[in-house]
């Protein structure tokens, strides 16, 4: 705008200085013009009075004659200048005339083009002010679909808040799941659509993304939550867990003890806590933080199994099995409580309860491979070879892991040699 208003400043003042010229040329012109009618007068004048006829001698013809040749000379010569002088000021008048004529035309061009560019203005004003309100009414409508949307999202957030179980997956329904997995589904389009999210939100896509076994994009899920709300505690509880899973110990065992700090009173991160210090083969801390954890939920099944565990690793079984029974006093159908009870059995050498034990866990879970293995040690154990190598090959094609594990067990030590043990080991 200020570029176009100093064109416009210089080209008036271009027009002013041409227009103070033309005026100074004209009225030279006009002195010229006003000389040469005075000679052009004055010379007739002068040659009335030579032809008029009069009585003189020769001397003094022969002297006027002189002077009027002298006389008709300069007005000859004045009038060629005067002449010459015309020409050229005709000819600058020319082109000044041309020159205002060519700036006269470039004035129109630019008035005319100041016209166009207002009327386009016009136009263009009132085609964005339509395109203004039909973008406030879109806005409107859209608006009132989030609005909308917020409402339906809310709801399936009560939905899920309802069901909300401790985030461990021996303790999770298939209900939450499909919940969860619908939730998260439905998160993805709201979080497109720009709804504004709670740190809540994002744990319970971490938790679903878990289930499904997709840890790398679990953790920023929960990353994502402990942004909008850094002291969340299942925020890093569930980054704990996720970090356990992929065997990131250490960072693990951080993430949970940030969780202890803000919740100090919740038995899930004691419990998790424990199985990564266990993991790093601190036992004694390890027993330290299931015994907390049973301190604050004493009908913990998990932390009473784990606590079994690390009794047993600390070869204190007596206590191990108290644990391990409390757990199966909890959880009566869980096989592996079971199965562990029957290894510190027969660590004791209680072989006849042992069995008992290993058939119970076998009736929970057929396919359980540790439990076969488990009974076929204590055939082994007590010299029945036949149960003891069927036992074993039953578990071997469960878990193929347990070939390994039978070579170098001394349970099996007597067999070692023998062609059928091989066979089922090789």
């Known amino acids: 705008m200020n570029k176009s208003k100093k064109f416009i400043l210089h080209l008036f003042l271009i027009i002013f200085i041409f227009s103070l010229v033309n005026m100074n040329l004209s009225q ?23 032809s008029t ?57 630019f008035a005319i083009g100041i016209m166009i560019a207002s009327l386009t203005g016009l136009l263009s004003y009132r085609r964005w002010s339509e395109i203004r309100k ?17 409402e339906e999202f809310n709801n399936i957030r009560k939905e899920v808040d309802k069901i909300r179980l401790p985030f461990l997956p021996e303790e999770t329904t298939k209900e939450f799941k499909e919940k969860l997995n619908e939730f998260s589904r439905k998160l993805e389009f709201f979080e497109f659509l720009g709804l504004s999210l709670k740190s809540q939100d994002y744990i319970n896509r971490g938790w679903d993304l878990i289930y499904k076994d997709n840890l790398e994009f679990a953790i920023k899920a929960f990353d994502k939550a402990l942004g909008l709300d850094p002291d969340n505690s299942q925020a890093w509880f569930g980054k704990g867990y996720v970090l356990a899973e992929d065997e990131r110990n250490k960072e693990s065992l ?37 015994e907390k954890a049973i301190e604050l939920k004493p009908d913990y099944a998990a932390s009473w199994n784990n606590k079994g565990i690390v009794l047993k690793r600390l070869e204190r079984f007596e206590e191990a099995l ?81 070939k390994k594990e039978a070579k170098e067990d001394k349970d099996f030590k007597e067999y070692w040699d023998d062609g059928e043990f091989k066979k089922i080991t090789s």
């Open 322 to 402: 108290k644990a391990y029974e409390k757990a199966i006093e909890l959880k009566p159908d869980d096989a592996g409580l079971w199965n562990n009870k029957c290894i510190v059995l027969g660590i004791l050498g209680n072989f006849d309860e042992a069995f008992k034990v290993c058939e119970k866990t076998i009736e929970l879970d057929p396919k359980y491979a540790s439990a076969w293995y488990n009974k076929a040690c204590l055939h082994s154990l007590k010299k029945d070879k036949k149960n003891a190598l069927l036992d074993l090959s039953k578990a071997v094609n469960l878990d193929e892991k347990h």
């Open 134 to 150: 039909n973008i406030e009414e879109d806005a409107k409508y859209i608006k009132e679909i989030r609005q909308r949307l917020d």
């Open 53 to 109: 006829p009069q009585k003189e001698d020769k001397s003094v013809k022969t002297e006027i004659t002189a002077t009027q040749k002298s006389q008709q000379k300069y007005f000859n010569d004045l009038y060629k200048m005067l002449s010459d002088s015309q020409r050229n000021i005709d000819r600058a008048i020319g082109i000044l005339s041309l020159v205002a004529t060519f700036t006269c035309g470039l004035v129109a061009l």
């Open 254 to 290: 951080e993430a949970y003890e940030k969780a202890i700090e803000l919740k100090p009173d919740y038995a899930a991160s004691w419990n998790n806590k424990g199985i990564i210090l266990k993991r790093l083969e601190r036992f004694e801390e390890a027993l330290k933080t299931y």
């Open 28 to 50: 030279e012109i006009n002195k010229e013009k006003t000389i040469q009618e005075e000679v052009k007068t004055k010379k007739p004048q002068q040659n009335k009075k030579d």
